[in-house]
């Protein structure tokens, strides 16, 4: 059964959120982490383990006013694992954040393992660091288009450039 057949069961397992914090593009690593266990151990999904810590993320819901979502991200700050990276990579500020959703069955270790089943990956970037606290750490994220860099058409259409049409009102 595939996770498109999942979902319209009227029974659902569980539905597992793993975050993949890419901050590579500034010089940092990779950090994997979600808020779920796998019977009290690490989760594994495709081969990669993804460390358990108490996240809460909210805001990903998409609204019919055409303004793209802000989510928020919030992470456990208690045992300081992201502190000395934050202080270091500016706060993470333009790292790249995939939120994967699948579910548990799909998990490593589990008898119908299969880590192509998934929804469609999320992708975000973190716009900022909202606050750092003894306890949380929290980011605002935004969507690949609302970054402050990002301009549509990504390149400039000209008729040298493979667009023969371009300018023109009809083509003969």
């Known amino acids: 059964m595939t996770i ?9 397992g569980a539905l597992v959120d793993l975050y993949q914090l890419d901050a590579t593009a500034i010089g940092s690593s990779v950090f994997y982490f979600t808020a779920a266990t ?7 999904f495709g081969g990669q383990v993804y460390i358990p810590m108490p996240i809460e993320a909210t805001g990903f819901q998409a609204s019919s006013d055409g303004s793209l979502p802000r989510p928020k991200l919030q992470l ?8 000395p990276y934050l202080l270091s990579f500016r706060y993470f500020q333009g790292a790249k954040v995939t939120r994967i959703r699948t579910f548990d ?4 270790g589990h008898p119908s393992a299969d880590s192509t089943q998934r929804l469609p990956d999320q992708i975000w970037y973190i716009d900022q660091m909202e ?21 549509l058409p990504a390149r400039q259409i000209l008729r040298d450039n493979g667009f023969p049409g371009a300018g023109f009102p009809y083509l003969t």
Request: no cysteine.
């Open 131 to 151: 606050t750092m606290t003894k306890q949380t750490v929290v980011f605002s994220l935004v969507s690949p288009l609302d970054r402050p860099s990002v301009k």
């Open 4 to 12: 498109n057949q999942d979902i319209i069961q009227p029974q659902l």
């Open 105 to 108: 069955k799909y998990l490593d």
């Open 38 to 44: 796998d019977n009290g151990a690490n989760v594994s």
């Open 76 to 83: 456990s700050n208690v045992n300081k694992f992201l502190q």
